[in-house]
């Protein structure tokens, strides 16, 4: 089975997803993806789905779950690259994908990342003092 890779970049993961995804392949990223946030005690988790044309009621779920699991994990999840046609089926589905941040590209998810992690190390600085 194919598997979607998973990059470590800094104190994040980033996913990109270049293949259209079915159910299998997407359960194997969640599952995936969560053993990585372990392993590397990610703090973000960056999903880029521009290739995606088409976003079905079960991948939807998927990125909402992999959103609550990185949560409870204590990583912040951001979905980039979202095409308009992906954007509006989510609503039709009623799929509002609470807790999952969004942002036009891979540099601006990044950056809301960054901007959690700087937040995060300042809360920790002042816990210490």
């Known amino acids: 089975m194919d598997r979607i890779p998973i990059l470590k970049f800094g104190n994040a993961l980033l996913v990109t997803i270049q293949v259209d995804m079915h159910d299998r392949l997407a359960t194997a990223l969640e599952e995936d993806l969560t053993s990585k946030i372990v392993e590397h005690g990610a703090k973000g988790v960056l999903i880029d789905i521009s290739?995606?044309?088409?976003?079905?009621?079960?991948?939807?779920?998927?990125?909402?779950?992999?959103a609550a699991v990185s949560r409870i994990l204590d990583a912040e999840t951001v979905v980039v690259g979202m095409r308009p046609a992906v954007a509006i089926t989510l609503v039709e589905l009623g799929l509002s994908l609470a807790g999952v941040k969004?942002?036009?590209?891979?540099?601006?998810?990044?950056?809301?990342?960054?901007?959690?992690?700087?937040?995060?190390?300042?809360d920790d600085d002042d816990a210490e003092d």
């Open 51 to 66: 290739a995606l044309e088409i976003v079905d009621s079960f991948i939807g779920r998927m990125l909402d779950n992999i």
């Open 102 to 122: 969004t942002a036009l590209n891979v540099e601006r998810g990044m950056a809301l990342i960054q901007a959690r992690l700087k937040t995060s190390d300042e």
